[in-house]
């Protein structure tokens, strides 16, 4: 059965620490993992797709990495405004457009 | 502006009386689809539709029905909503089938008594 867990639940960090947030995935055959951020009250705002092992992006303060079981997402000297929910998705090439989401990583930057 | 827009963004409705929520975009996507997101359980599918007239089942389709006649529509029905059907309900849309960059309407609030 695919599946997406994303780990911790919560993170609280100071600004400037910089850490990361886990995907691990198991699907049949990866199409694209996605990373969404999300606002409370708001929908999800696409971040990055990566589609095969070593893949990696970059946006500002943010890099996701990708490889064969997990997917990592960097946040390097982060700001109170990166303080959000990051959301990571999987497409498997065996469930026609199907996608799955993990259940997020409550991420809070503290001045 | 590209957008995706959803009607109502609150309803309160009571059970087993059929309600109907909009979802529109206009920037000429093939892929459409509906999640609910509920707390610890993240975002899950219900239906998706590659095209008009091609819809299938996500990961918890029961209890609703999707249809799609035109390219920019994609409504969700509840024939008779229940309260385990509440939750808050996002449309999605994005070219290709899915796998590209996915654009996420506002959200619908659904409190079914």
């Known amino acids: 059965e695919d599946q997406v867990t994303q780990s911790p639940e919560a993170l609280r960090l100071q600004e400037g620490e910089s850490s990361s947030l886990n995907c691990s995935y198991t699907?049949?055959?990866?199409?694209?993992l996605f990373w969404y951020r999300q606002d409370p009250g708001k929908g999800p705002e696409f971040l990055f797709t990566l589609y095969s092992a070593g893949e990696e992006k970059e946006k500002e303060r943010l890099k996701a990495t990708l490889t064969k079981k997990e997917s990592f997402l960097h946040i390097t000297a982060p700001k109170p405004e990166d303080s959000a929910t990051y959301l990571c998705?999987?497409?498997?090439?065996?469930?026609?457009?199907?996608?799955?989401f993990g259940s997020g990583t409550r991420l809070s930057i503290r001045p | 502006e590209a957008q995706v827009t959803q009607n109502p963004r609150y309803l309160i409705t009571v059970t087993g009386k059929k309600l109907t929520v909009t979802c529109s975009q206009n920037m000429n996507h093939e892929y459409m689809s509906w999640y609910r997101q509920d707390p610890g359980l993240g975002l899950r599918q219900i239906y998706y539709?590659?095209?008009?007239?091609?819809?299938d089942k996500g990961d918890v389709p029961e209890g609703y029905k999707v249809s799609r006649k035109e390219k920019r529509n994609f409504p969700l029905i509840l024939e008779s909503p229940s309260p385990n059907q509440t939750s808050l309900y996002f449309c999605a849309s994005s070219f290709g089938q899915g796998a590209e960059t996915q654009y996420f309407g506002p959200g619908t609030r659904l409190l079914v008594l």
């Open positions: 539709s590659m095209n008009v007239e091609v819809t």
């Open positions: 699907v049949s055959g990866l199409r694209g």
């Open positions: 998705a999987v497409q498997a090439s065996s469930s026609a457009s199907k996608i799955i």
